[in-house]
């Protein structure tokens, strides 16, 4: 299956989109169509995302999120939210840096993700909810983190204001993203890798016929999504301070900011 060709976006669209819109999978001129398309296919693959990732990541992935989130200043005794959470992926790193489960708030916009969440009998409160609004009040957030969810979300502009309003002053602010590598052939390797080897490797253990789809969208977000410096633009206009990213591997991108 050939990459789709993103949709051409107008300017003033590309500030607040995290990428160009992706007709193969979803109704690119209804908004709704896209949402419904994400809300069904987090849903329906949630039972494999854990087991999946694992086998992809080598055992390394909960290392590499602790390490970011100890760079991005985590510490016991703060307030988090984590966006996007998932399946708890980043959740169960911050529990192991703060041991303070009460002081965490989960929020996705898939109950199918949170209800695979397990957090080793931690109580951890999840709430149902977008980027774009925050369902946490004004300034109550020491430290916030969106972990592989930007090219997810419809509004990033929305998104990153959200982000300003829930952090107390001076609070920090993580988004962990996968980046397209500069190189040509750098891409082309992890271009086969994700949109080759890895929905063949899905359809083998996934029990969700859905899976292989889902790495093969992750790529084609990857590859779509805005560069670098506009995530850092956007961010910088929202009101937070001292935007900057941090780069591991070439493609594992740590963008932080202040509230």
Same mark, same amino acid.
């Given at each position: 299956?050939?990459?789709?060709?993103?949709?051409?976006?107008?300017?003033?669209?590309?500030?607040?989109?995290?990428?160009?819109?992706?007709?193969?999978? #979803?109704?690119?001129?209804?908004? %709704? %169509?896209?949402? &419904?398309?994400?809300?069904?296919?987090?849903d329906?693959? %949630?039972?494999?995302?854990?087991?999946?990732?694992?086998?992809?990541?080598?055992?390394?992935?909960?290392?590499?999120?602790?390490? &970011?989130?100890?760079?991005?200043g985590?510490?016991?005794?703060?307030?988090?939210?984590?966006?996007?959470?998932?399946?708890?992926?980043?959740?169960r790193?911050?529990l192991?840096?703060?041991?303070?489960?009460?002081?965490?708030?989960?929020?996705?916009?898939?109950?199918?993700?949170?209800e695979?969440?397990?957090?080793?009998?931690?109580?951890v409160?999840?709430?149902?909810?977008?980027?774009?609004?925050?369902?946490?009040?004004?300034?109550?957030?020491?430290?916030?983190?969106?972990?592989?969810?930007?090219?997810?979300?419809?509004?990033?502009?929305?998104?990153?204001?959200?982000?300003?309003?829930?952090?107390?002053?001076?609070?920090?602010?993580?988004?962990?993203?996968?980046?397209?590598?500069?190189?040509?052939?750098?891409?082309?390797?992890?271009?086969a890798?994700?949109?080759?080897?890895?929905?063949?490797?899905?359809?083998?253990?996934?029990?969700? %016929?859905s899976?292989?789809?889902?790495?093969? #969208? #992750?790529?084609?977000?990857?590859?779509?999504c805005?560069?670098?410096?506009?995530?850092l633009?956007t961010?910088?206009?929202?009101g937070?301070?001292?935007?900057?990213?941090h780069?591991?591997?070439?493609?594992?991108?740590? #963008?932080?900011?202040?509230?």
């Amino acid at each position: 299956m050939p990459s789709p060709l993103p949709t051409p976006v107008s300017e003033r669209d590309a500030v607040s989109l995290p990428h160009s819109p992706l007709p193969a999978y #979803y109704d690119s001129n209804d908004p %709704a %169509a896209r949402e &419904a398309f994400l809300r069904k296919t987090f849903d329906d693959t %949630a039972v494999d995302y854990n087991r999946l990732e694992a086998i992809l990541g080598l055992g390394t992935g909960s290392w590499y999120r602790r390490q &970011a989130l100890l760079r991005a200043g985590l510490r016991p005794g703060m307030q988090v939210v984590d966006v996007g959470m998932g399946t708890g992926l980043v959740s169960r790193q911050i529990l192991r840096i703060t041991g303070q489960p009460e002081r965490l708030v989960g929020v996705d916009p898939s109950p199918g993700m949170m209800e695979q969440a397990r957090f080793d009998g931690h109580p951890v409160e999840c709430r149902v909810g977008r980027a774009e609004s925050i369902p946490v009040p004004d300034a109550s957030a020491d430290f916030l983190v969106m972990g592989y969810a930007l090219r997810h979300i419809a509004d990033f502009a929305a998104a990153a204001a959200e982000f300003r309003r829930v952090l107390k002053p001076g609070g920090r602010l993580l988004v962990l993203e996968i980046t397209s590598p500069e190189g040509s052939i750098a891409k082309t390797l992890l271009k086969a890798y994700m949109r080759g080897a890895v929905p063949l490797m899905a359809r083998a253990v996934s029990r969700s %016929a859905s899976t292989p789809m889902l790495w093969r #969208y #992750y790529w084609d977000t990857i590859e779509a999504c805005v560069p670098p410096a506009r995530v850092l633009q956007t961010l910088s206009a929202a009101g937070l301070m001292d935007a900057e990213r941090h780069v591991e591997l070439g493609i594992f991108s740590e #963008y932080r900011a202040r509230g």
